[in-house]
Structure formats: C-alpha cells, structure tokens
C-alpha cells in the first residue's frame, strides 16, 4: 500500500516536471513575450487530455497544440494582462492615498484584479475540455467564478498557497510552479464542467 502510494506520488511530480518542462521550452519558443500565453495553453490541453497518465506525453503532440493555439492563446493572455496592467497601476495609485474611503475603491481593484486572473485560468481550462470560441468559453470561465463563492475563496486560498511558498523556495517556479497553478485549476474546475454537462445533456 505504501509503495502504490509512493508510486503514485512519483507519478504526479513526473508527469508536473514534464508540463514544466514543456511550459518553458514552449515559452522560450515564443521569445517568452509571445510564448507564455500559447505555451501555458498547450500544457493545459494536454494535461486534460492525459491527466496523469504519463506515458501519454510525448513533445511532438504538445508542439502541435502550442502551433495551434498560437495566435488565440496570445490575443487572450495579452488582452487580460492589459487589463490586469492597468488595474495594477490603479491599485498602486490608490494605496498611495492615505484616505478612509480609498479602502472600497482598493477593495474593488484587488477584487477586480483576481477576477481578472482567475478567468484568464478558468478560460484555459474551458478551452481545454470543450471546443468553443472565445466568447462562449469566456461566457463559461464567468459563470464558473460567480457559481460558487465558498469553492472560489477555496481556488484563491491555492493559488496564494503556491505563490508564497514559490517565493520562499524560487527554484520551484522552474520546475513545479506553473503546473502545480495549472493542476489546482483543473482540479477546482471539475464540479463545473460536470454541472455544465449535465446542461448540455
């Protein structure tokens, strides 16, 4: 039993160095400017195509998601960080304000900005498990943050989890950082794709 687990174990951290791997090798494909975006969607759809079973990974198939998704998955992730941009910059502004009535408008940007980088997460996975354009994936990625507020704190609380302890220990971001973003995304996102099939059926 012990071992099975150890297995099992081993599996997972295999089959996350792998997505890091290809997160990065992808990224620096794109000259990391026009790579994040594609390179994060790639390992995104092959994760939810294979989840675990690491046999199932092999470059030539993540190269041809990442060539395919090229363009789209850029257009996505500059045009959220557009907007996380200036809501940083807004947030920055507020905070220099030493004024009581400031703290609605910070409390409104720093909701606005997590609104901003959880649907960018929730619009990959979408992506990912369902073969839709942008404006009804997008559609689906708002629906899954406002569905639950509870299981939404849960998804930040993770996702602080993983930045915190990657500041800590900063050799995690080469090599479990981003797929351990990436799993947590998949995994907090699969009552929502069973609610919306039950939709559709």
Not at 23 to 35: D, K, Q, Y
Not at 98 to 127: D, E, P, Q, R, Y
Not at 144 to 171: E, M, N, Y
Request: proline share 2%.
């Amino acid at each position: 039993m012990i071992g099975k687990a150890s297995q099992n174990i081993f599996i997972k951290v295999y089959v996350m160095l792998m997505l890091s791997l290809f997160f990065w090798v992808f990224t620096l494909c794109g000259v990391v400017v026009l790579g994040i975006g594609p390179a994060y969607r790639a390992i995104a759809e092959v994760f939810d195509q294979n989840q675990w079973e690491y046999r199932q990974y092999h470059f030539k198939d993540v190269w041809a998601v990442y060539k395919k998704v090229f363009k789209q998955a850029n257009l996505e992730f500059w045009g959220f960080a557009a907007v996380g941009a200036i809501l940083g910059y807004n947030l920055y502004l507020a905070l220099q304000l030493k004024v009581i009535w400031m703290l609605v408008i910070t409390f409104i940007l720093i909701f606005a900005l997590l609104l901003v980088v959880s649907l960018w997460l929730f619009l990959n996975g979408v992506h990912s498990h369902y073969d839709v354009s942008f404006k009804p994936a997008l559609r689906l990625a708002a629906g899954q943050f406002f569905a639950s507020f509870p299981r939404l704190l849960l998804f930040w609380t993770g996702l602080i989890i993983i930045i915190v302890v990657s500041a800590k220990w900063s050799g995690l971001i080469l090599f479990l950082s981003v797929p351990g973003v990436l799993v947590w995304t998949s995994y907090m996102s699969t009552k929502w794709y069973k609610f919306v099939d039950k939709q559709v059926k």
